[in-house]
C-alpha cells in the first residue's frame, strides 16, 4: 500500500503538478498584467523599448516558471497541512 505522503504516489504528483499549473498561472497573469501597464505606459509617456525594458519582461516571466517549478518540487517534498 503507498502512502498518500510519498513522493512517488500518484495523487502526490497530481497535486503537485496541478499546484505548479496555478502558480504558474498566477505569475503569468500578473506577468502580463504588468506588460499591459507598461504598454499604456509607453503609449501615454515617455517610455522607451530599450534592452532594458524587454530584459525586465523577461525576468518577470522567468521569475514566473522557477516558482511555479519550485511549488511544484514543495508540494512533492512537503505534506500539506490539514
Keep these: 500500500m503507498v502512502r498518500e505522503e ?3 504516489n500518484p495523487v502526490v504528483q497530481s497535486d503537485a503538478r496541478n ?3 496555478r502558480t504558474l498561472v498566477q505569475g503569468l497573469g ?3 498584467a504588468t506588460a499591459v ?3 499604456l505606459v509607453a503609449t501615454v509617456g515617455d517610455l522607451q523599448w530599450t534592452r532594458a525594458y524587454w530584459l525586465t ?3 518577470a516571466v522567468a ?3 522557477v516558482v511555479s517549478a519550485v ?3 514543495a508540494r ?3 505534506k500539506p497541512k490539514e
Design 57 to 59: 519582461l523577461g525576468l
Design 71 to 73: 511549488s511544484y518540487f
Design 63 to 65: 521569475k514566473s516558471v
Design 30 to 32: 500578473y506577468d502580463v
Design 6 to 8: 510519498q513522493p512517488g
Design 19 to 21: 499546484r505548479a499549473f
Design 37 to 39: 501597464v507598461l504598454v
Design 76 to 78: 512533492l517534498t512537503f
